[in-house]
T-cell receptor, first 116, second 112 residues
Framework: DVKVTQSSRYLVKRTGEKVFLECVQD?????MFWYRQDPGLGLRLIYF???????EKGDIPEGYSVSREKKERFSLILESASTNQTSMYLC???????????????FGSGTQLSVL | GDSVTQMEGPVTLSEEAFLTINCTYT??????LFWYVQYPGEGLQLLLK?????DKGSNKGFEATYRKETTSFHLEKGSVQVSDSAVYFC???????????FGTGTSLTVIP
């Protein structure tokens, strides 16, 4: 069965800490995404990557960075966590779109991050 | 730019009631349309999809028809069950298939 695995289900951090959220997929997908999910706001794209060592900003990249050193792993980094980054973080992956057949996203179970 | 608008929740229904969750979209080119479902404590999973106009996606008794003339992809189910309680997200992927846009989600609670 295909899988997107996020390293932590729940995480509690202090303001100012550096936080790493890890995501691994076993489907050999080219595309990987990080979203945050907040009540009433739905899913908002933070960063995405179409290939190893490649990254693109999404809609809300401020305060975040990412790393994709290997195809299967996409890490989200909060350089200095703040309370407004308390949220559910969802990682997703997909095959590279061909423009002819649109691919679907596979999601991890999410990491609920609380910044105190 | 591309976007998705879906009806606000929360929605509460009795078991066996009819469900409609409205979704409209704005897109250039020919997007694919999706409904994702998120059960409590889990990530999102694909419920159904449609890739071109007039296509009907269906799964687990849920249906949605890709209507280009009204730019809509409404989710329907004839008889909901308690186990359908979840958050439902409408989404589209752009013409490249590489970018995805989500609605804000609609929370559904089905009571016995």
């Amino acid at each position: 069965d295909v899988k997107v695995t996020q390293s932590s289900r729940y995480l509690v951090k202090r303001t100012g800490e550096k936080v790493f959220l890890e995501c691994v997929q076993d489907m050999d997908h080219e595309n990987m995404f990080w979203y945050r999910q907040d009540p009433g706001l739905g899913l908002r794209l933070i960063y995405f990557s179409y290939d190893v060592k490649m990254k693109e900003k999404g809609d809300i990249p401020e305060g975040y960075s990412v790393s994709r050193e290997k195809k299967e792993r996409f890490s989200l980094i909060l350089e200095s966590a703040s309370t407004n980054q308390t949220s559910m973080y969802l990682c997703a992956s997909s095959l590279s779109g061909t423009g002819l057949t649109n691919e679907k996203l596979f999601f991890g179970s999410g990491t609920q991050l609380s910044v105190l | 730019g591309d976007s998705v608008t879906q009806m606000e929740g929360p929605v509460t229904l009795s078991e066996e009631a009819f469900l409609t969750i409205n979704c409209t979209y704005t897109a250039t080119g020919y997007p694919s349309l999706f409904w994702y479902v998120q059960y409590p404590g889990e990530g999102l999973q694909l419920l159904l999809k449609a890739t071109k106009a007039d296509d009907k996606g269906s799964n687990k008794g849920f249906e949605a028809t890709y209507r280009k003339e009204t730019t809509s992809f409404h989710l329907e189910k004839g008889s909901v069950q308690v186990s359908d309680s979840a958050v439902y997200f409408c989404a589209l992927s752009d013409w490249t298939g590489n970018q995805f846009y989500f609605g804000t989600g609609t929370s559904l609670t089905v009571i016995p």
